[in-house]
């Protein structure tokens, strides 16, 4: 499932495209055709609808969009969507950087597995991630009886939505470095310590600086994913206002109560982050072919 | 191979020449840490991703063979899944066409702006779910900028499964996309000149020489694509209408069925689709080995 979002790799340079007197060119009519279809398609299913989400957004003007993001709710439900994602994204990215150690940098029996299972959470409905945890730890769940009795909250609290956050952008980071790592080969490492560097040493002297715009490309996904998550957080939320909301929970509840304006303009902020992580995108893939 | 200067490098250096069999079958390596990071994986792993999974199926073996049947056998659960199934395999199909011509154009022609709809098609990959749906619905919907056109012709797309299929194509297309252009980047000049050069037509080329090369990696972007869709919920809630029977996806019944206390029914039609999605996922792992053998990139 590598494609899955794309490994951040110096891209191939394109070749110039065949001149009118290649044969390998089209005809004109051909040609004109195949650019026209493509253009159109993109702009109707890509651009028209962020475009949409902007002009909705501020269709009452610069003073309501502004009123709907100074809401407390929608204060509150940005406030849950940062910690939330700073702690799904740290783990993740501690998660990542070990994982990616162990599975690039050595040769062991059963790594083809690992990594498959590592990349299970991309195929699973993000509903299925939520459910997961519901079943475990939901009144009727699994663990529900244990945690009553002792007074803890997972489902429908801050515990519930990190865990189906973790869950959905488990792959994100690991993903990201584990080609890169593998391509790198040991060469730099087995120099480093013979030289009498300790491991901790070697990795962060060595290992990261030759993938650190991997690192940051994968950071930058999984943040953009733990952001905007839905599916997941919306099973186990209880969508309690203020409380348990994230932002994309809240633009839900704001839709369906027919406040398309406000709902729009806490949209807009999360289609800014994603428009943030494409430009992001192409100035570090640009970055690592110049390296 | 380099001197070993420290004793933790020469204790393995010595042991690398020995048949001494090592946990895991792992090859032996002067750099450190192997234990300790696989350990931390295989925990992390099992406490997020599989021990979670595996309650699913837990709770799923709690039914008797009977009741899972009732349950996936209803009709309003067969409906579902044959809605969220059949329009994923429209929507991949469609995107499989549109995604290698746009593929085709991003790679092989000159237009204006062609760098930033290169970047553009990542935008279903960037863009949270729910915002997308808000956005899918409020375009085609009968006041909205494409639904009040396509009104005039007497097409509703928003709360129709129509509209179901719009948000599916969204969401499969950069999985085509980019599974194909750079098996496109890669393709040799050479061989298609030979083509010319025997005479072959630009129309033979594209089918029998292109085509063959490029079809592993169409049908590994079909693949991911549909896997994507049949689970989308997030950009396919708000546009669908969600009528029971009518335009209720999968995803869209295991929320119901939680609402209503019901895990049970909720579980067996997650076990359904979670299988599903296993193998899809072999299928492509499949696919994509075909792919590099083809290539030559194996």
Redesign the interface.
């Known amino acids: ?6 490994t951040l790799q110096p891209r ?1 340079q ?2 110039a ?2 001149d009118a007197h290649d ?5 004109r009519l051909v ?1 004109w055709l ?2 026209t ?3 159109l ?2 702009v ?7 475009a ?2 902007f002009a ?1 957004a501020f269709a009452r003007g610069f003073d309501a969009y502004v009123k709907a993001l100074v809401e407390p709710d929608a204060l509150a439900a940005i406030r849950l969507t940062l910690l939330v994602a700073a702690i799904a994204v740290a783990l993740n990215l501690v ?1 990542g950087m ?2 990616a ?3 690039a ?6 790594k083809t597995i ?1 990594v ?6 991309f ?6 991630s939520g ?6 730890f ?1 009144a ?1 769940g ?1 663990f529900g009886a244990d945690l009553q009795s002792h007074d803890i909250q997972i489902i429908f609290a801050l515990p519930g939505l990190v ?1 189906a956050t ?2 959905v952008t ?1 792959p994100f980071v690991a993903r990201e470095l584990i080609p890169l790592m593998q391509e790198q080969g ?1 060469q730099d ?3 480093a ?4 560097a ?2 901790l040493q ?2 962060f002297r060595v290992t990261l600086p030759n993938v650190k715009w991997a690192l940051l490309y994968g950071v930058l ?1 999984c943040n ?1 994913r733990a ?5 997941a957080v ?2 186990v939320s209880g969508h309690v206002r203020g409380e348990t909301t994230t932002m ?2 809240y ?2 509840i704001l ?1 369906n109560e027919y406040k ?1 304006t406000a ?2 303009a806490v ?1 807009s902020l ?2 800014l ?3 943030v ?3 992001a ?2 100035l570090l893939e640009q970055r690592a072919a110049t390296e | 191979m380099t001197v070993l200067t420290n004793t933790r490098g020469r204790e393995l250096q010595g042991r690398a020449g020995s048949t001494i069999r090592r946990p895991f079958g792992r090859r032996p390596s002067v750099v450190p840490g192997f234990g300790i990071t696989l350990g931390l994986t295989l925990t992390w792993l099992a406490l997020i991703v599989l021990i979670p999974l595996a309650g699913l199926f837990l709770k799923t073996a709690t039914l008797s063979p009977e009741q899972f049947w009732a349950i996936i056998s209803s009709r309003r659960t067969l409906n579902a899944l044959q809605l969220s199934f059949g329009l994923s395999l429209v929507a991949a199909a469609i995107n499989l066409v549109a995604g290698a011509i746009v593929s085709w154009a991003l790679v092989r022609y000159e237009f204006p702006g062609r760098r930033i709809f290169d970047a553009i098609v990542d935008i279903p990959f960037a863009l949270p779910t729910a915002v997308a749906g808000i956005a899918l619905t409020s375009l085609f919907a009968e006041n909205g900028w494409l639904g009040s056109i396509l009104a005039l012709a007497g097409i509703k797309v928003s709360f129709t499964p129509l509209g179901i299929l719009v948000a599916l194509i969204f969401i499969g297309l950069p999985f085509v996309v980019r599974t194909v252009q750079p098996v496109l980047l890669d393709l040799e000049a050479e061989v298609e000149e030979a083509a010319a050069t025997l005479g072959a037509t630009r129309w033979q080329t594209v089918t029998k020489v292109i085509l063959p090369a490029v079809l592993p990696a169409l049908l590994t972007g079909f693949a991911l694509a549909f896997a994507r869709s049949v689970g989308e919920y997030g950009s396919v809630i708000f546009i669908a209408g969600n009528l029971p029977n009518v335009s209720e996806i999968a995803p869209l019944l295991i929320v119901i069925r939680l609402e209503e206390f019901k895990y049970a029914d909720a579980t067996a039609i997650a076990v359904v689709m979670l299988i599903a999605s296993f193998l899809i996922l072999l299928a492509v792992n499949r696919l994509q080995r075909w792919s590099e053998l083809r290539s030559g990139r194996l």
């Open positions: 499932m590598s494609v899955a979002l794309g191939k394109r070749e495209p065949p044969v390998r060119q089209e005809r040609r195949i650019t279809f493509a253009v398609f993109l109707l299913f890509l651009v028209l609808p962020l949409t989400v909705q998660f070990i994982a150690w162990a599975i940098k050595f040769e062991f029996a059963g690992l498959t299972l590592i990349d299970l959470p195929s699973v409905s993000p509903v299925i459910l997961v945890f519901v079943l475990l939901g009727q699994f865990l973790l869950l488990f040991t490492e087995e120099a310590i013979s030289l009498g300790s491991g070697t990795f996904l953009a952001m905007g998550e839905f599916g919306a099973v994309p929970l633009v839900e839709y398309s709902a729009f949209a999360l289609a982050l994603a428009l992580t494409l430009i995108k192409a």
